[in-house]
C-alpha cells in the first residue's frame, strides 16, 4: 500500500546551523505535501506546505523542496533557534477525499 | 473561536469497557478525521468523514465505529477496549479551498487513552 518514509528520525543540531528531514512517497496520484510541527504534549501545527505543481516555496526560515519525479520532498530549516526543538511530521495526499499518509516523525534538537 | 476541541483529555479504560471519545469543530469544515499517535508510528488515520452524513475507514479502522452527528460533530467509539488501544487519539478538520481537495488539518488538543 501507500506508504511514507521519513528520515532521520532524531536530529540534533546547534542553534544557527540547518536542519534538513527528508520524505519519500510511493503513490504518485500524491499531490499535497505538508509539514506539520508537534511540541512535547501539544498538537500537530501545519507550518508549510507544498502542491505538486510547484517546485519549492518558502516561509522565512523555512523552505520545502518537492522532486516529484523522484517521488521525494524535504523541510529545510536555516538559521536553527531553541524553540525550533519539536517533532515534525511530512505527509503525502491518498485518494480524493483529502485523507493524508504521514511519516513516522523526526524529532529534532537544537543545542543553545 | 475554538477551532477544534476534544473530550475528555484524558481517560483510563479496563479492557473490555466502552467510551466514545467526541470532537466538535466550529469552522464549519465539511471533512473530519480521527487519528491514533503511538510512539515512533506518526500519525495513523482510524476513520474519516468527507462531509456530513458520510464515513469511511483509514489505515486502522479495527476495533472503532465512528459517528457523524451533524457538520460540526464528530464522534469515535471504542466497543470493547483493548490495551492495544492504548494511545493518544487526535481528531482533525479540514475544508477543500481553491478548488484543491487538500488543505490544512486543524487538530484537536487530543485524548491520552490508557486500557489496562
Known amino acids: 500500500g501507500e506508504n511514507v518514509e521519513q528520515h532521520p528520525s532524531t536530529l540534533s543540531v546547534q542553534e544557527g546551523d540547518s536542519a534538513v528531514i527528508k520524505c519519500t512517497y510511493s503513490?504518485?496520484?500524491?499531490?499535497?505535501f505538508p509539514w506539520y510541527k508537534q511540541e512535547l504534549g501539544k498538537r500537530p501545527q501545519l507550518i508549510i506546505d507544498?502542491?505538486?505543481?510547484?517546485g519549492e516555496k518558502k516561509d522565512q526560515r523555512i523552505a520545502v523542496t518537492l522532486n516529484k519525479t523522484a517521488k521525494h520532498f524535504s523541510l529545510h530549516i536555516t538559521e536553527t533557534q531553541p524553540e525550533d526543538s519539536a517533532v515534525y511530521f511530512c505527509?503525502?495526499?491518498?485518494?480524493?477525499?483529502?485523507?493524508?499518509?504521514f511519516g513516522k516523525g523526526t524529532k529534532l534538537s537544537v543545542k543553545p | 473561536n475554538a477551532g477544534v476541541t476534544q473530550t475528555p483529555k484524558f481517560q483510563v479504560l479496563k479492557t473490555g469497557q466502552s467510551m466514545t471519545l467526541q470532537c466538535a469543530q466550529d469552522?464549519?469544515?465539511?471533512?473530519m478525521y480521527w487519528y491514533r499517535q503511538d510512539p515512533g508510528m506518526g500519525l495513523r488515520l482510524i476513520y474519516y468523514?468527507?462531509?456530513?452524513?458520510?464515513?469511511d475507514k483509514g489505515e486502522v479502522p479495527n476495533g472503532y465505529n465512528v459517528s457523524r452527528l451533524n457538520k460540526r460533530e464528530f464522534s469515535l467509539r471504542l466497543e470493547s477496549a483493548a490495551p492495544s488501544q492504548t494511545s493518544v487519539y487526535f481528531c482533525?478538520?479540514?475544508?477543500?479551498?481553491?478548488?484543491?481537495?487538500?488543505?490544512?488539518?486543524?487538530f484537536g488538543p487530543g485524548t491520552r487513552l490508557t486500557v489496562l
Open positions: 482533525a478538520s479540514s475544508e477543500p479551498a481553491g478548488g484543491y481537495p487538500y488543505n490544512e488539518q486543524f
Open positions: 503513490d504518485s496520484a500524491s499531490n499535497y
Open positions: 505527509a503525502a495526499s491518498r485518494g480524493s477525499q483529502g485523507n493524508l499518509i
Open positions: 468523514s468527507a462531509s456530513e452524513g458520510t464515513t
Open positions: 507544498i502542491r505538486s505543481n510547484v
Open positions: 469552522m464549519n469544515h465539511n471533512s
